[in-house]
């Protein structure tokens, strides 16, 4: 087992609201700057960037994760991460079909550019991508178990698209397994609002749309990666998030 500085909610240029400069390169990039080991792509509602990820990522030395983060028709922001890469697109094209299709206005949301590993813009997603989905909370956690990924509410700690924040609570019994923080050290504090989450594996990451947001070598996982393979490191990933396996915070 060893050690893997995490960062696991980052959105690409792909995203409307992510900074032009946040190309699947310069995101890798970032990462190996500021020690990181494993980075996760999660731009919202889609996957498409994920493949230029990938290739970045392995070119750069570092272990990718292909993820979404999803609003649910609840207008709850969730992070959705994959054991591989072709299950992620898989969900991608199932999201696709429970979107809202509404053209995007770059001159107010921003671009939505589909990129390859060098930087090279192949296309923009013409409908904008931050509307909710037509999947219920519920749904989205059992779409994604069924790929054999883990679902999760992102940034619990924030009023924007959190789950407190849209519920007023968080589950007395969630059938989740694992829940975000965007600030670590809020962690005490919602531990003692909503003890049941005290049961639950915890995740730290930026939620990044530029650069110099995406986190430095502060939250790490101790992850099961023998006999070594980056597939090995990420199955590791998913089952701690999953609560099983011998993965163990340690950060």
């Avoid at 921003?110 to 090279?120: R, V």
């Avoid at 698209?161 to 059938?175: C, K, R, S, Y």
């Amino acid at each position: 087992m060893n050690d893997y500085f995490c960062d696991l909610h980052i959105h690409s240029c792909l995203s409307p609201c992510g900074d032009d400069d946040m190309t699947p390169a310069n995101i890798a990039g970032m990462g190996i700057i500021n020690g990181l080991g494993i980075m996760a792509l999660t731009d919202h509602n889609t996957s498409k960037n994920c493949p230029a990820f990938f290739k970045a990522a392995k070119a750069h030395g570092l272990i990718p994760v292909a993820g979404m983060e999803l609003t649910t028709s609840e207008d709850i922001h969730m992070v959705c991460l994959f054991r591989t890469l072709e299950d992620a697109m898989e969900f991608d094209r199932f999201v696709e079909s429970k979107r809202i299709e509404f053209p995007n206005k770059p001159d107010i949301f921003g671009h939505q550019y589909i990129m390859d590993e060098a930087d090279n813009i192949l296309g923009e997603e013409p409908d904008l991508l931050i509307n909710a989905a037509d999947i219920s909370l519920e749904d989205a956690f059992e779409e994604v178990i069924r790929r054999g990924g883990v679902a999760y509410p992102a940034h619990i700690d924030r009023q924007s698209n959190g789950m407190i924040a849209v519920l007023g609570t968080f589950p007395p019994e969630p059938h989740f397994t694992a829940y975000e923080l965007n600030d670590g050290d809020s962690d005490g504090e919602y531990r003692e609002k909503f003890p049941m989450i005290k049961s639950l594996s915890r995740a730290v990451s930026s939620d990044a749309h530029y650069l110099w947001d995406i986190s430095e070598a502060k939250f790490s996982l101790r992850l099961d990666d023998e006999p070594y393979s980056s597939q090995k490191v990420r199955d590791s990933l998913i089952d701690y998030l999953l609560g099983k396996g011998k993965g163990a915070e340690n950060g």
